[in-house]
């Protein structure tokens, strides 16, 4: 799937492939777009996530049965963020879930729509209508710690102050939109679900207010807050307590797909866990070796260059002992030391909303 957007974006756009998405890696210069990001704000190209709704009369209970998060009373006014597990507790994908009045609309990850919606599909035991909406609709998003005041100067400056995962249905000239306060960084953050027609329109006129930020500046703030990224940190077939994943799942809901996985790795006390780590040397690949006084205790599962702290960060799968802030271990002869995260503390944190 290509952006809808590539024939706005500039012509120098480095693109890569994501799952099933083409996505705009960057713009122009990874350490600018960051810098963008954390300072001040940037705009997002979402198109690679994709909208899919469900809906019927047992929409919210199919939805209540397939996401690990509780969403039976989420209204037309909130979204939330949920895992989606199989039967073996492994992640299919991290969704936004949208409350609409007819159902809910769920939002992908990035290059996961399709596997996403083979999922629900095989799964749809309630007969309920699910529909790809990435043919009308796609998604903006904008963050960074001034990222409300564009919102005020773009939109309507009373969105900017809505509450963490409240939604508005609210109008951009003439053009009717669903408007998220969400955030993948740690930083203010806001999305708009547009008509693909006018999405053109709503980036162009954006970009009049702020500077465009690829995937990658995107992903590197999103690992120095701990969001997981799920396509990234489940290789080897990691559960959801071996990537820290948790928060995603609520164990105290009836029942859902998954459930009896996750309860049974949570009791066993057994795996593996994923900690953060930094360092001064080069960027070691997915499965490099982890040692501790010689010693094989893990391997590396990510690591990036990070701009902000001017030093290799990653994430490693270790000894669940191991799992604690302020390790010295060992990757390809260069000494690193774990962290505890956030590893960037984020600049909106700070920052009151005027």
């Known amino acids: 799937m290509t952006t809808v957007l590539a024939h706005v974006h500039p012509g120098d756009?480095?693109?890569?492939?994501?799952?099933?998405?083409?996505?705009?890696?960057r713009f122009g210069d990874l350490p600018d777009e960051y810098q963008v990001l954390r300072d001040r704000a940037a705009l997002l190209d979402l198109s690679g996530h994709r909208l899919i709704e469900i809906s019927g009369p047992a929409a919210v209970d199919f939805a209540q049965r397939l996401l690990a998060r509780d969403v039976e009373y989420l209204t037309s006014e909130r979204c939330m963020m949920s895992l989606v597990l199989d039967d073996s507790g492994q992640v299919v994908d991290q969704v936004l879930a949208f409350g609409r009045e007819n159902g809910l609309l769920l939002e992908s990850s990035v290059g996961a729509g399709d596997?996403?919606?083979?999922?629900?599909?095989?799964?749809?035991?309630?007969?309920?209508?699910?529909?790809?909406?990435?043919?009308?609709?796609?998604?903006?998003?904008?963050?960074?710690?001034?990222?409300?005041?564009?919102?005020?100067?773009?939109?309507?400056?009373?969105?900017?102050?809505?509450?963490?995962?409240?939604?508005?249905?609210t109008v951009w000239n003439d053009i009717e939109i669903i408007f998220a306060r969400t955030g993948f960084t740690g930083e203010y953050g806001y999305q708009m679900i547009v008509p693909i027609e006018s999405a053109a329109d709503l980036w162009q006129a954006s970009l009049e207010h702020v500077t465009a930020a690829g995937q990658e500046a995107l992903e590197l703030a999103?690992?120095?807050?701990?969001?997981?990224?799920?396509?990234?940190e489940t290789a080897g077939g990691a559960n959801v307590i071996e990537i820290g994943a948790n928060w995603l799942v609520d164990v105290t809901k009836d029942d859902f797909v998954g459930k009896e996985a996750v309860l049974a790795a949570f009791e066993s006390g057994q795996g593996r866990r994923t900690v953060g780590f930094s360092g001064g040397g080069t960027v070691p690949e997915p499965g490099a070796r982890v040692l501790a006084g010689g010693e094989d205790v893990g391997e590396v599962v990510l690591a990036v260059r990070s701009v902000g702290l001017g030093a290799t960060l990653g994430l490693a799968r270790v000894a669940a002992e191991l799992a604690a802030a302020g390790l010295e271990f060992t990757v390809e002869g260069t000494g690193v030391t774990t962290l505890t995260s956030p590893y960037i503390v984020p600049k909106s944190w700070s920052i009151p909303i005027i």
């Open 222 to 232: 999103m690992l120095e807050v701990r969001q997981p990224i799920p396509r990234l």
């Open 115 to 169: 596997r996403l919606i083979e999922h629900l599909r095989a799964n749809n035991d309630e007969g309920v209508e699910i529909t790809d909406r990435s043919g009308d609709l796609t998604v903006l998003g904008l963050e960074g710690p001034y990222a409300w005041g564009v919102v005020g100067r773009l939109i309507d400056g009373e969105l900017a102050s809505l509450p963490f995962e409240a939604v508005a249905d």
């Open 13 to 25: 756009t480095v693109y890569g492939q994501v799952g099933d998405a083409s996505v705009p890696l």
